[in-house]
């Protein structure tokens, strides 16, 4: 039998190569199905993709002054200003449709979700009214980090800035300024410099709050959901209306994702 140590290598061989495989099949449907204005749209996104990249994919802690930071918070402000947050859902209660994620903070396919089709779901049909957008949580990239227990400390700090209704400013920062998966850059310096980078956030509630019983249960549910849909990889997305439900289990192109938004509705 093998050790514990080789299933673990294999188990994240399988892994990467999987957020291989959909990272090179989302692009290749970007390029292919992309029209109009959806294109306009898509290279403003992707060009802040691209510099992350070129940055070493947010590898160095970007602190809360510098100039990295600043450029990620100028994105994010531009991208959520004037949208509705409650908890971990961005949008108008009313929305017909509901969008909701399942993702690891570390996921570098999270990441290229993010960055691409969710933010142009928000700029087309969040911002309009049509969608709620809803963040919820599911290990997978964060497993391979070195610091223990990583995963339930970066989630919970995503909740926490929830709690004052700007939980969406945490993920979208978080995800802007993503390090180098397995590096242990999620520090608590690395933590904390995103929440000092969100507009009218108090810090020391923040604080506070982080291992409060409501997101313990929070991050416990989400789990327990996950599991019940049968998830294991992220970004996991479910896209619920009126008229019904898909889920979604590979990362698809914004396109695809807009078709079952309107098919539901």
């Known amino acids: ?5 080789k299933q673990k290598e294999q188990a994240r061989a399988r892994r990467l190569a999987e957020e291989q495989a959909q990272a090179e099949k989302a692009r290749r449907d970007r390029r292919l199905r992309m029209l109009g204005g959806v294109v306009l749209i898509a290279a403003a996104i992707v060009a802040v993709a691209i510099a992350v990249s070129s940055s070493g994919g947010g590898s160095k802690t970007a602190k809360p ?15 959520l200003a004037g949208i509705p947050q409650s908890g971990m859902t961005l949008g108008s209660p009313s929305a017909k449709v509901t969008v909701t994620e399942f ?18 779901i928000i700029q087309s049909d969040v911002r309009s009214g049509k969608v709620k957008l809803v963040y919820r949580s599911l290990q997978t990239a964060s497993s391979e980090s070195p610091i223990p227990n990583v995963f339930s400390t970066q989630q919970k700090a995503a909740y926490s800035a929830g709690l004052q209704h700007r939980g969406w ?4 920062l978080f995800y802007h300024e993503q390090g180098q998966e397995g590096t242990g850059y999620v ?6 410099g995103l929440a000092q980078q969100i507009p009218g956030l108090n810090y020391q509630e923040w604080q506070l709050d982080r291992n409060s019983p ?16 049968n998830f294991t990889g992220t970004p996991s997305v479910v896209v619920k209306g009126p008229r019904g439900e898909q889920d979604f289990t590979n990362l698809e192109d914004f396109g695809t994702y807009q078709s079952a938004i ?3 509705s």
């Open 214 to 229: 409501t997101v313990t249960a929070q991050l416990t549910a989400d789990t327990q959901a996950a599991q019940a849909k």
């Open 103 to 120: 993702g690891d903070l570390e996921c570098p396919i999270c990441q290229e979700f993010a960055l691409s089709a969710e933010n142009q």
């Open 187 to 192: 520090t608590e310096s690395y933590l904390s």
């Open 1 to 5: 039998m093998a050790s514990r140590t």
């Open 262 to 264: 309107n098919s539901v």
């Open 65 to 79: 002054n510098s100039s990295q930071a600043k450029s990620s918070q100028t994105t994010v402000d531009t991208l």
């Open 169 to 172: 400013y945490y993920v979208e």
